[in-house]
């Protein structure tokens, strides 16, 4: 069965610090995987993806994200983190076996607090 | 370009009260997914339609819960009766397609629900 895992439920981080936000994951085959960011009161914003290619994806606002397959991992980085960034992330994954189905498997969720 | 839209933003019933959900996805995207987040979880799918047919309704509690997308555009979320653990936020979403780079998901702003 697909799953994902967010190991830790908030992270705190200096403003300008880099942050890193974990994600593991478990699925049959090549994973899609994603991650999205919510702010209070507010629907999921889209950040990024991985569908293959180049391991490193960058995405919106200066997010990047590893995608390493030996330790099926999927983790959300920043080089210099922003009080605004100060949300709560998601990871999800999507099983690329080809069914019907585009159906993401969610992580619990990460809050990434930023201290001014 | 427009996002997604949803309607109500926030409704509270009491329990055994029926109540529906709105939503306009983003113009042009064939596939259209309702999820549930209860709060401190990741969001679940409870149906997803590709154009006006269903592809994947396995979670959703066909007891109390229906959904139709009739002209396969916009699409209503119904509960009834409504229970106490249905309080939640719904967050519908769409998607160009199904193909690996016409899937990703945009979310809209959820209806926030309260059953009391």
């Known amino acids: 069965a697909q799953s994902v895992a967010q190991p830790e439920d908030q992270v705190n981080v200096a403003e300008g610090n880099p942050l890193t936000v974990k994600c593991t994951y478990s699925?049959?085959?090549?994973?899609?995987l994603f991650w999205y960011v919510q702010y209070p009161n507010r629907g999921l914003q889209f950040l990024l993806k991985?569908?293959?290619?180049?391991?490193l994806v960058k995405g919106s606002y200066g997010f990047e994200a590893e995608f390493n397959k030996s330790q099926t991992s999927f983790h959300l980085k920043k080089p210099s983190a922003l009080v605004s960034d100060s949300a709560l992330y998601f990871c999800?994954?999507?099983?690329?076996?080809?069914?019907?189905?585009?159906?993401?498997?969610f992580g619990t969720g990460t809050l990434l607090a930023v201290q001014p | 370009e427009a996002g997604v839209a949803q309607s109500p933003r926030y409704k509270i019933i009491e329990k055994r009260q029926s109540v529906a959900f709105w939503c306009n996805p983003i113009?042009?995207?064939?596939?259209l997914y309702w999820y549930q987040q209860i709060l401190g979880q990741g969001p679940k799918l409870l149906i997803q339609f590709q154009n006006n047919g269903v592809v994947d309704d396995s979670q959703l509690p066909k007891d109390r819960f229906s959904a139709e997308r009739l002209k396969g555009v916009d699409s209503t979320l119904k509960i009834q009766p409504a229970k106490l653990e249905d309080s939640a936020v719904y967050l519908c979403a769409s998607s160009l397609g199904q193909g690996a780079h016409q899937e990703t998901q945009y979310f809209g702003p959820g209806t926030r629900l309260l059953v009391l």
């Open positions: 699925v049959s085959g090549n994973p899609y």
């Open positions: 999800a994954v999507r099983a690329s076996y080809g069914g019907a189905t585009n159906k993401l498997i």
């Open positions: 991985y569908i293959t290619g180049d391991n």
């Open positions: 113009s042009g995207h064939a596939t």
